[in-house]
């Protein structure tokens, strides 16, 4: 069964570090996956998404994701992050030849100054 | 941002009573999503519509049900509230442009939080 598993619940960073948001995915066949950030109080909003082609995919404010095929995964990243990026984070997953968009349980990156 | 709007977006009721949550939508979308929200779970899909009065189950649709009689309306019905139904419940659309809703991004609604006592 197609399942997606986020490995950290809390990311703790400072302003201006790195930060990696792990995602990993279990399935047999080919998939789309998402990222997707809740900030406080809102609804989801894509960051960015990988349906074909370029396995590093960029996304809004200064985000990018990885596809690894091998590997199952598609890891978020940011070089520096801001104060603003605090929110919650969630990757999905889809299947080619399904009709169902799974969520992860969302890793929620707090960040400090 | 997409136009999505969710009423109410609070509501506290009893064990035992109906509720309806109503999305609103100006996009002109066909397809629209009901999830709900839970810590340790993320979002789980209840039901969607892939049209006016084509509506279809998800992974957590026991104790819902929907109705979508006009193309920017999609209701959410709690027949009889439990308490495992305390959740925040949000609406989402995608543009239905492809044909297959998987490949394409949904936006979303505020929410509502729905406290069942």
């Known amino acids: 069964a197609q399942s997606v598993t986020q490995l950290d619940s809390q990311v703790p960073v400072f302003e201006e570090a790195p930060v990696e948001l792990r995602c990993n995915y279990s399935?047999?066949?080919?998939?789309?996956l998402f990222w997707y950030v809740q900030y406080p109080n809102q609804g989801l909003q894509l960051l960015l998404k990988?349906?074909?082609?370029?396995?590093l995919v960029k996304g809004i404010n200064g985000f990018e994701a990885e596809f690894n095929k091998s590997q199952t995964s598609f890891h978020l990243r940011k070089p520096s992050v801001h104060i603003s990026d605090t929110a919650e984070y969630f990757c999905?997953?889809?299947?080619?030849?399904?009709?169902?968009?799974?969520f992860g349980t969302g890793t929620r990156l707090q960040v400090f100054p | 941002d997409a136009g999505i709007t969710q009423s109410p977006r609070h509501k506290v009721t009893e064990t035992g009573t109906p509720v309806t949550l109503r999305c609103h939508q100006t996009?002109?979308?066909?397809?629209m999503y009901w999830y709900r929200q839970d810590p340790g779970h993320g979002l789980r899909l209840i039901h969607y519509?892939?049209?006016?009065?084509?509506?279809d189950k998800g992974e957590v649709s026991d104790g819902y049900s929907v109705s979508r009689s006009k193309t920017e309306d999609f209701l959410l019905t709690l027949e009889s509230a439990t308490s495992s139904q305390t959740s925040v419940y949000f609406c989402?659309?995608?543009?239905?442009?492809?044909?297959?809703?998987?490949?394409?991004?949904?936006?979303f609604g505020p929410g509502t939080r729905l406290l069942v006592l």
């Open positions: 989402a659309i995608s543009e239905g442009a492809s044909g297959r809703r998987t490949d394409e991004t949904q936006y």
């Open positions: 399935s047999s066949v080919s998939v789309y």
């Open positions: 990988y349906l074909s082609g370029s396995t």
């Open positions: 999905a997953v889809s299947e080619f030849n399904t009709d169902k968009l799974i």
């Open positions: 996009e002109n979308h066909r397809y």
């Open positions: 519509s892939y049209g006016v009065k084509d509506t």
